[in-house]
């Protein structure tokens, strides 16, 4: 198993319509690519020196191949709602994650 983790500093200003559009769209249509079992979004309790609210949202997915899928089918375009509604709000890094051992 996999995690695709982005991780997102958000602006002040946008956070609470980012939230319902994470939420409500953004989250939904990544599942809904159907390289994506399930979605984890969590608040980081870090305050940054640049300002902002940071968030990390986790992609669980079965394999490193699923994840090369959603880059080459589907990753340009979701990358791409986000800038065009929030252009210029927000700073946004992705990792990929292996997971080792659950508990």
Excluded: C
């Excluded at 340009?76 to 080792?100: C, H, N, P, W, Y």
């Amino acid at each position: 198993m996999y995690i695709y983790n982005v991780t997102i500093n958000v602006e002040e200003t946008i956070v609470s319509n980012w939230l319902v559009w994470m939420k409500e769209t953004h989250i939904p249509e990544m599942l809904a690519t159907g390289k994506f079992s399930k979605a984890l979004m969590t608040k980081v309790l870090v305050e940054e020196e640049m300002g902002g609210v940071t968030y990390s949202v986790q992609y669980t997915t079965d394999s490193k191949a699923t994840l090369q899928k959603y880059y080459e089918e589907d990753a340009e375009k979701m990358r791409s709602d986000g800038s065009k509604l929030f252009a210029g709000k927000f700073v946004a890094f992705r990792t990929e994650l292996q997971i080792v051992s659950e508990h």
